[in-house]
């Protein structure tokens, strides 16, 4: 038997399986996720103005302007020359004095504020680089030496990078300690993910593909009661980093993924632990367990497709070694992918769906700082909100297929960040309405969350074996693309408050109304070739054309009769 059979032998959630799957799912969701998003919290602005000697008065030392909001304030950046001669203005002389008990962050530290204040979301952004060149060197390296010893690699190189940059007294240095942080990052989640992904059979794992998303949402959780109890950037990083620590008894502990040892034909080795797993879980095997790894083309597609939230990961390099496979005269390239109108429009449609919504959740999940209300409590609730949306999310999508739901949860998001603009701050009465611009905020994270569990899903279903990696390829791209401009997001909010939520909302509602135009894949076969992708289209216009016929009959039968009466 193959190797997907005998994980099968080895039941849904035996012991073994959920020893490991925990273990690994909190050792690479938690790292990652912190590691990701740890810039809201080490990378805070307070609110600030120029710093004044002890004897000197505010009134006559600092203009008041007008904040984007239209509200009076002392002036952030500027201070009066000398007020009994004028009003001329200059910029801050002394520096800046820091306001409200936030603690110590790198905004704080080293003055990234006024014509600086930019360079905090520039150093996200080559976080994000990072993520960029990581996620194509470490996914070819596991295939090529093996997910475990990448994986380990990964974790402990990123506790010596994380401490690093927490001893590190210069912006430039930090900001290169963040590409490699973002390097790190995706040799950690992706080759961890689907390690925890391939303890199970093809048919169990979207559940469990499912499953390791909310560990992420757990440890985002806990990111805000760290943040709070320690008030001090380099603590807060060094809380993170030092939790690498944990993995250390992985070396010893963690098996090899059964699937890459028996893809590389080491059948012994994938045998023993098959074994092991079996007297874990106290199942009784046969003597002859594993054949050959003579996997067909179809099986692995079948895999991709039950597979869930694992396609994320794998359909990529599936269809590339599908591709090397095939004769020479059915390789495709992009250019057939835009060439081909269908194949155009599907290819644009997902380029912009995956822009969408890597955009909207990750500028939502930035900016937490800058909504209305207690900063803690909102980056809580806007991480808690993540667990109903992948849960519901798996749900849906075993009964109403991929399309509805998508243009569903695109729909709640956009509708709901539209609304946080046009509902006031406070009513006549003056009682605030807050949380519930809050509320609406985090409905529209809902969605958006939901939303980005579907897409990366739907898209390997959508193009033929033939050219999905290119149309992937592209897609892809437009959502890397998407994650650079989020990390700019908290930086508008400042500067044009009013911008980010209509233009979220936008965003996702036209993304919604694109989903309309996409085929329906629920209960499909991967498509093989462009011509199968055609028919389903053509399918779709002649069952219309049935609908039409089988409506105008009656009409028809009823004019005979009267005629013949």
């Not at 749900?395 to 946080?420: D, E, K, M, N």
């Not at 028919?535 to 049935?546: G, I």
Request: aromatic share 12%; net charge neutral; glycine share 6%.
């Amino acid at each position: 038997m193959d190797v997907d059979e005998a994980l099968s032998l080895l039941g849904k959630w035996g012991k073994w399986q959920v020893a490991y799957y925990v273990m690994l799912s909190v050792s690479v969701m938690f790292p990652a996720s912190w590691h990701m998003l740890a810039i809201v919290y080490i990378g805070y602005k307070p609110e600030h103005r120029c710093k004044l000697d002890a004897d000197a008065n505010i009134n006559t030392s600092i203009p008041l302007v007008k904040s984007a909001e239209g509200v009076l304030q002392y002036s952030s950046c500027s201070a009066y020359v000398n007020f009994s001669r004028g009003n001329e203005t200059q910029p801050c002389q002394n520096g800046w004095e820091y306001l409200g008990n936030d603690g110590n962050t790198i905004v704080t530290e080293w003055d990234l504020v006024c014509t600086r204040d930019y360079w905090k979301d520039a150093s996200q952004t080559v976080l994000v680089v990072g993520v960029m060149v990581g996620a194509m060197g470490f996914t070819a390296l596991s295939d090529y030496v093996g997910r475990k010893p990448v994986f380990l690699f990964s974790q402990w190189a990123m506790i010596v990078v994380g401490v690093a940059t927490a001893f590190i007294n210069n912006f430039y240095v930090f900001a290169v300690f963040r590409f490699f942080t973002g390097m790190l990052q995706q040799g950690i989640i992706l080759t961890g993910f689907v390690m925890a992904c391939e303890l199970f059979a093809a048919k169990y794992r979207t559940f469990a593909g499912i499953i390791i998303e909310l560990f992420w949402a757990t440890a985002w959780c806990l990111m805000p009661l760290m943040a709070y109890l320690l008030r001090n950037w380099r603590y807060f990083q060094l809380s993170i980093s030092l939790f690498g620590l944990l993995t250390i008894p992985l070396f010893w502990l963690l098996p090899e993924s059964v699937i890459w040892l028996y893809a590389n034909n080491r059948i012994k080795e994938a045998e023993q632990i098959i074994r092991n797993a079996a007297r874990m879980n106290g199942i009784t095997l046969p003597d002859n367990l594993l054949t050959s790894p003579t996997k067909s083309e179809g099986s692995q597609e079948e895999e991709v497709k039950n597979g869930g939230f694992l396609a994320k990961i794998k359909s990529i390099k599936l269809c590339k070694r599908q591709k090397e496979e095939e004769p020479e005269t059915a390789r495709y390239t992009l250019l057939d992918v835009m060439r081909h109108r269908l194949l155009r429009m599907y290819a644009i449609i997902m380029s912009c769906l995956w822009m969408a919504v890597t955009l909207v959740y990750y500028g939502l999940s930035l900016s937490t700082a800058q909504l209305a209300g207690e900063r803690y409590l909102n980056a809580f609730l806007s991480a808690f909100i993540e667990i109903p949306a992948y849960l519901s999310s798996f749900f849906i999508l075993s009964r109403w297929g991929r399309r509805r739901p998508l243009i569903v949860y695109y729909i709640i998001t956009g509708v709901a960040l539209l609304l946080t603009k046009v509902i006031p701050e406070k009513t006549a009465d003056g009682t605030s309405l807050t949380p519930l611009i809050v509320t609406f905020n985090m409905i529209g994270k809902f969605g958006i969350t939901g939303a980005f569990g579907i897409v990366f899903l739907y898209a390997p279903e959508i193009f033929p074996t033939t050219v999905r990696s290119q149309a992937l390829g592209v897609a892809s791209l437009f959502g890397r693309l998407g994650n650079v401009l989020a990390t700019y997001t908290a930086y508008v909010y400042e500067k044009v408050p009013w911008l980010p939520g209509p233009l979220f909302g936008i965003l996702s509602v036209a993304a919604g109304l694109l989903v309309i135009l996409l085929p329906e894949t629920h209960n499909r076969p991967l498509p093989q070739t462009i011509q199968e992708v055609e028919q389903w289209s053509s399918k779709k216009k002649l069952d219309a054309e049935q609908r039409d016929e089988q409506e105008l009959q009656p009409a028809e039968n009823e004019k005979s009769e009267n005629k013949l009466a």
